[in-house]
């Protein structure tokens, strides 16, 4: 009946289902991507942008497990900042302007690197169950597959509805292109709670009709970064780490890599790698006015998001500028930055100015900006509402409770972002991979990475607007960083098969280097003639003596990179690795304090929860716990600890319940001992887990 | 262990008294009671005289006013039914066998409180005050535990909290928003907030010695030679003060000690062996005792009949003691004159004649004791309330260290945000302990209020 079954089909092709597709690939399994089209894969739809705080590390993190999205936006920079530079390293937060038609291609590629990983046009119409089971897919095309796991990724294309104006709607899951309504119609059917949610996006323009001489401009600092591990300065010293070769063509060992490759096409994205960085834009600032305040609130009723078109609650991070101006109406102004797409165009992204006013009304509104009094509105800005589907219905691992051998990763569930989306594409195609192999499920801890912390958000508390990363989310804001993504999350991806020997012994020589730092710091001495003048320049006291530069380097605002330079050493180590050793130093208590709560939780995460546990009985949690605990049925005390509403008494109760269960069981005798002998975990999850 | 189960107990407290209260709680509260009581059912919260029936023999048990308080708006949260019978110490106890032979079950020491913090009736801080209140000794403390039971520390504590949530929120907004519109916050605007915290933990933590004599009272050691009239001065303060006297269980019988209900501050008074040479070795255990009561002192009367005996007396004393002392001359009633009752002043001392026989100068001598108090405690209003448990001190100390922790760090630059952040998170942590419930949305939350973030 089905013309060929895969261990894992992947339903959409933006950043979830590209991930989950190479995860699943590199666990070894056959891999059908099932996309409407083709040529949008890897399409970045809203702005021309990944990373920024928190999701600059969650790239790095993808990056880490065997993912696509570093490598492909390496490939497709065209202006880079490192945020947060004033801050420390800590929270150093990386984010790349990309030309989105040269990401787009690096992504699809970047799949086609996998022998067995295949993408395949078709719209996805109706899932294949049997016995309450996800076994396979039809498309409208009339083609059926079958598959021992279904991902789905369809972003905002569920339901999607774009809204231009109180008039104007049209149906669609993006500017361009048609929504998914079949699909979502049978999940619903299948006993899924389904919600809307909207978002927005701002008009584009053709930048040869901006006076750009009024704008500021914005240089890229590409020189500092690249997501790849290993290419973390791509000039000076540290290349020599990522000098092995170009990512692009490391996916096998056997020597299929060059042929893959050229059956990419004539593109050749290793190619673009080896020639080094491609030339920078600059992005340009500006600003809306007074003047944009007064067209916006004269035509605020006829905006779809003021006007009641929409319904649905959108993110309060990306404000539409309706909002803006409506929510804060003492700002003088608004910041606008005004993107560039890519090479191939002139057109520029007005970030800052999402909208869902009338065509002419945005126009009259960009004419408003100083720079651009004579702009041509390329594209009209948009709020779109989509269906997602609440992700507490999910378990840990993204898999739809209701439907085993169904995962669902991305905008579906509620979030937002590409580097969101990434990261849950990753978890999914790994633990669908794990199912169909027969293996136990791989969650990740909060503790290990920003996107166990995504996960364990969404599924545990729900979202009520669309979610984002943030850095305030994560209790290990110090230990958990871009810098280190490789060394958090390797021991992970070594665990399970996905990296091929050239990978093993690159993430070897990454991790080494670091340990070359630290060791370096610590059997080097500097003496107070080298130290001097760094010192003078940080305003630190000079040293009477010579010193191990580890303990100069604990000092604030000496950087540990300078340290070395002056003392002559450590001119063959990657700046990555220098940066890592340095914040271990600075920061060793702090950086202490977090793993020492991290050990806890993972305490905490050992103490299961069994799934028959029948809460709305459990007398000693008071009623509201109660029936939280019972709507999620938490697998672990730790995501208990979690959900709103439950205080750390409630926990007590729940290791009482558990602890008396294990008595039972141990022994036939059931002694009402009246809470005794309970573990010592209410300290523990009286902070924050 | 029967789980969501009803539970019934005697709430006041055994022997002959004329009317004893039975609370039934519980998801069956209703269907245990109505098995005993007719005319039912009842309309909620009116109280209505009925009779009550042993659901077994059907017999008549009492006449009694019963009300019902249906969940959630009850103490517990649950279905509550109160039985107002008879007292003594049959009938209540007959009506408790027919609740349980009903279907409740006898409820365990503080369980009705338990179920209403479960049930978010009140939050841990407010359930310690009912305890407190039960327990209370003094007015004071009762004051202090009512205050507190009306949630007077969880607000302070709360608005303490969403102090320290506006610091986090203002780190976080300079984290996690870089490029926004209203550029970096200023450094000031942290610092001030971070240092109204301080100061404000400053205060309640200055309150923790108060609020150990409000729950405790303050010792007041009788001190002087044997003979000097410190047994008659101890019972005449206590006349004086129609005192509610009870014994303090545990402390050592050398030494006599009684609870005075005195405002503002509740008194412990102690009168101990008279403290002179002695060769004997009862006497020499008598005066260890008599150091180690002086030692621990909040005020010492230091006792003599005359001026020179006060004198040796307060001499003494401060070689055993840093508290305040006060000088009493006893037994003024046996002198003449009647200058005698006035206040004088001894190496900046105040003494006052007084006569335990007579009652003079007792007054006199309560208001400079409570006016010495004063002078060094801070006394409990319904603005600060008063930290009267060890654990809330635990916490609110850490939460100070914290705080001021992160104030140094920011104030002189000596961490950068996020790691600085580390210290107020902590802090929040530990006020949490008191009261529970952080939530980083409540953080986002501000955010979103206070700025307009997004491009």
């Not at chain 1, 339901?159 to 709607?169: E, K, L, N, V």
Request: aromatic share 4%.
């Amino acid at each position: 009946m089905t013309e060929q079954t895969f261990d894992v089909i992947v339903v959409g092709g933006g950043h979830a289902g590209t991930e989950a597709a190479v995860a699943a690939a590199r666990m070894g399994c056959s891999v059908a991507l099932v996309t409407s089209a083709l040529e949008t894969i890897g399409q970045l739809s809203c702005n021309p942008a990944i990373g920024g705080v928190a999701k600059g590390t969650v790239v790095r993190e993808v990056d880490a497990l065997g993912g696509i999205m570093g490598r492909a936006t390496d490939l497709a920079t065209i202006q880079f900042r490192m945020l947060n530079q004033s801050k420390g390293p800590a929270v150093w937060a990386p984010r790349a302007q990309c030309d989105r038609g040269l990401y787009r291609r690096a992504v699809r590629a970047l799949l086609e690197l996998h022998p067995r990983l295949f993408p395949i046009q078709g719209t996805v119409a109706r899932l294949i169950l049997e016995d309450g089971r996800a076994v396979g897919v039809e498309t409208l095309e009339g083609r059926s597959f079958g598959a021992r796991a279904v991902i789905i990724t369809t972003g905002t294309f569920l339901r999607g509805r774009i809204h231009i104006g109180t008039g104007t709607r049209i149906t669609g899951g993006r500017a361009g292109d048609p929504a998914s309504v079949h699909l979502a119609e049978q999940l619903e059917q299948v006993g899924l709670t389904v919600a809307r949610f909207k978002t927005g996006t701002p008009p584009r323009i053709d930048g040869r009709t901006v006076r750009f001489e009024v704008l500021k401009r914005q240089e890229s600092e590409l020189e500092l970064f690249g997501y790849r591990w290993g290419h973390f300065g791509r000039t000076g010293a540290s290349t020599d780490a990522s000098s092995t070769g170009a990512p692009i063509g490391r996916v096998a060992d056997d020597g299929t890599v060059s042929t893959a490759v050229a059956s990419a096409g004539a593109w050749r994205p290793g190619v673009a790698e080896i020639a080094g960085p491609l030339p920078q834009l600059p992005c340009w600032i500006g600003f809306a006015g007074a003047e944009v305040k007064a067209i916006v609130a004269a035509h605020i009723g006829e905006s779809a998001m003021y006007g009641g078109a929409i319904s649905g609650r959108g993110p309060r991070y990306c404000p539409s500028v309706e909002d803006k101006i409506v929510k804060f109406p003492d700002a003088e102004h608004h910041q606008l930055f005004l993107e560039p797409e890519g090479y191939e165009t002139h057109e520029l992204y007005v970030n800052g100015l999402s909208t869902s006013l009338p065509a002419a009304v945005q126009i009259a509104m960009l004419r408003a900006v100083p720079g651009l009094e004579r702009v041509q509105m390329t594209r009209a800005g948009y709020a779109i509402e989509y269906d997602y589907y609440p992700p507490t219905q999910l378990d840990t691992t993204l898999q739809v409770r209701a439907l085993p051998g169904l995962w669902f990763a991305g905008q579906i569930n509620g979030t937002t972002g590409y580097e969101e989306a990434a990261g849950q594409g990753i978890v999914a195609g790994l633990n669908a991979a794990l199912a169909v192999q027969g293996r136990p499920p791989l969650v990740l801890g909060r503790e290990s990475s920003y996107i166990g912390v995504l996960v364990d958000d969404i599924v545990t508390r729900g979202v009520d607007e669309p979610y984002r990363l943030f850095t305030s989310r994560s209790e290990f804001r110090l230990s958990v960083r871009q810098d280190n993504a490789l060394r958090r999350l390797a021991p992970i991806g070594l665990e399970l098969g996905i990296y091929s020997e050239v990978e093993k012994r690159e993430i070897a020589a990454h991790l080494e280097a670091e340990q070359q730092a630290a060791k370096l710091a610590a059997h080097t001495t500097i003496t107070p003639s080298q130290a001097a003048p760094l010192l003078d320049a940080a305003g630190s006291r000079p040293l009477a003596h010579g010193l191990p530069i580890a303990d100069v380097a604990r000092r604030q605002g000496v950087s540990l990179q300078a340290l070395f330079a002056a003392a002559g050493v450590g001119g063959t180590l990657p700046a990555e690795a220098v940066v890592t050793a340095e914040l271990e130093l600075k920061y060793a208590g702090y950086l202490a304090r977090e793993r020492a709560q991290a050990d806890r939780l993972r305490r905490l995460a050992t103490l299961a929860l069994p799934p028959d546990l029948a809460y709305e009985k459990l007398n000693s949690v008071s009623l509201e716990a109660r029936q939280k605990l019972a709507a999620l049925q938490p697998s672990t005390l730790a995501q208990a600890s979690r959900v709103p509403g439950v205080s750390p008494s409630d926990l007590q109760g729940l290791v009482f319940e558990v602890e008396r269960r294990r008595m039972m069981a141990t022994s036939t005798s059931d002694d009402d001992d009246g809470g005794e002998a309970q573990p010592d975990v209410g300290r523990a999850t009286a902070s924050r887990q | 262990m029967i789980l969501d189960d009803t539970i019934a107990a005697v709430a006041t407290a055994p022997g002959h008294g004329a009317v004893a209260l039975l609370r039934v709680s519980g998801r069956a509260a209703l269907e245990v009671v109505g098995q005993l009581v007719r005319p039912w059912p009842l309309e909620p919260r009116r109280a209505t005289l009925c009779a009550v029936h042993d659901p077994r023999s059907g017999a008549l048990l009492d006449r009694a006013l019963v009300t019902v308080f249906a969940g959630p708006s009850s103490y517990t949260g649950e279905d509550v039914v109160e039985l107002a019978t008879h007292g003594g110490a049959v009938v209540p106890a007959s009506v408790m066998a027919a609740l349980e032979a009903a279907g409740a079950r006898g409820a365990r020491a503080g369980e009705f409180t338990r179920r209403a913090v479960l049930n978010g009736r009140m939050d841990l801080v407010q359930a310690e005050a009912v305890g407190d209140l039960v327990d209370a000794r003094s007015g004071a403390m009762q004051r202090s535990a009512l205050e507190q039971m009306d949630g007077g520390l969880s607000r302070r504590v709360g608005a303490l909290r969403e102090q320290l949530l506006e610091v986090e929120a203002l780190l976080a907004y300079d984290i996690d928003f870089p490029e926004e519109d209203d550029g970096p916050i200023p450094r000031q605007r942290i610092a001030d907030a971070a240092a109204s915290v301080v100061s404000q933990l400053e205060a309640l933590i200055a309150t923790v010695p108060s609020g150990a004599l409000i729950r405790d009272g303050a010792v007041v050691v009788i001190a002087g030679p044997p003979n000097a009239g410190k047994s008659s001065l101890l019972n005449a303060l206590l006349g004086e003060n129609r005192a509610i006297v009870t014994d303090i269980p545990g402390t050592t019988r050398d030494a006599i000690e009684v609870m005075v209900d005195s405002r503002p501050w509740p008194l412990r008074l102690v009168d101990t062996a008279g403290m002179h040479a002695a060769t004997d070795i009862v006497e020499r255990l008598g005066i260890e005792v008599s150091e180690r009561w002086v030692s621990s002192a909040q005020v010492v009367l230091a006792c003599g009949e005359g001026l020179d005996e006060v004198q040796a007396t307060m001499t003494r004393l401060r070689a055993l003691t840093s508290a305040p002392l006060i000088g009493v001359r006893t037994k003024i009633d046996l002198l003449s004159a009647s200058a005698s009752t006035a206040t004088t002043i001894l190496d900046d001392t105040p003494v006052i004649g007084v006569s335990a026989e007579t009652g003079a100068g007792l007054p006199e001598l309560m208001e400079t004791i409570q006016r010495t108090l004063t002078a060094r405690h801070v006394a409990p209003t319904s603005e600060l309330p008063v930290v009267t448990r060890a654990r809330h001190r635990r916490a609110l100390e850490s939460a100070h260290e914290e705080a001021t922790a992160f104030l140094d760090a920011w104030v002189d630059d000596l961490l950068p945000a996020p790691v600085a952040a580390v210290h107020v998170r902590a802090a929040l942590g530990a006020l949490e302990e008191l009261v529970g419930g952080l939530d980083v949305e409540e953080v986002l939350d501000r955010v979103f209020a206070s700025f307009c973030v997004g491009k």
